[in-house]
């Protein structure tokens, strides 16, 4: 029996992980943070520092920036689980030239398979211009497909703009 799946959806820098953060620390639960970004560059690192800095004390922080899979299907059911974020996971399986839809097939049967209760965070990129490079125009198509796919998943998805959670499926957010 799989736990209940969240999925919070939003343009950057729109409140969406502070919003899920809410999510996990209202759940009463032990709390897991799953983090998928790699500090490739100091802009990173800063921002890693700064979620990290937000989120204070309390969390069991799992690095695992490609196989986030591994670190859900090892929880146990009274957990609740943050991954932030899908598009880092997704950016970090592209850059490697991995396969993204088998890796994608993975990572949703590694969720249905996770009997805590996970909060997924993801970004919106397919209200934008269409991206000159082909590379960002492929990153764009395939998490437009893990978005829907994440979606049609989750119990519950809320988008998030400008730090305001609208609930598109499932409970009030």
């Known amino acids: 029996m799989s736990g209940p799946?969240?999925?919070?959806?939003?343009?950057?820098?729109?409140?969406?992980s502070a919003y899920a953060e809410?999510?996990?620390?209202?759940?009463?639960?032990?709390?897991v943070y799953i983090a998928t970004a790699e500090a490739g560059d100091g802009e990173m690192t800063e921002r890693i520092a700064i979620h990290r800095a937000r989120r204070g004390i309390g969390w069991e922080t799992r690095e695992n920036p490609l196989t986030p899979g591994e670190e859900l299907a090892a929880l146990p059911p009274d957990r609740a689980v943050l991954l932030d974020c899908a598009t880092m996971w997704l950016t970090n399986q592209m850059m490697r030239g991995d396969d993204p839809a088998r890796a994608e097939d993975e990572f949703l049967a590694a969720l249905a398979a996770c009997r805590a209760e996970v909060?997924?965070?993801?970004?919106?990129?397919?209200?934008?211009?269409?991206?000159?490079?082909?590379?960002?125009?492929?990153?764009?198509?395939a998490q437009g497909r893990l978005n829907i796919?994440?979606?049609?998943?989750?119990?519950?998805?809320?988008?998030?703009?400008?730090?305001?959670?609208?609930?598109?499926?499932?409970g009030a957010g």
Do not use: W, Y
């Open 5 to 16: 799946l969240t999925l919070v959806i939003g343009g950057a820098a729109s409140g969406k």
């Open 22 to 31: 809410d999510l996990v620390i209202n759940s009463g639960l032990p709390m």
């Open 119 to 141: 909060v997924v965070v993801t970004n919106e990129v397919g209200q934008g211009i269409v991206p000159e490079h082909a590379l960002s125009r492929r990153f764009r198509e």
């Open 149 to 170: 796919r994440l979606a049609a998943q989750a119990d519950r998805v809320v988008q998030v703009v400008a730090g305001l959670p609208l609930v598109l499926k499932g």
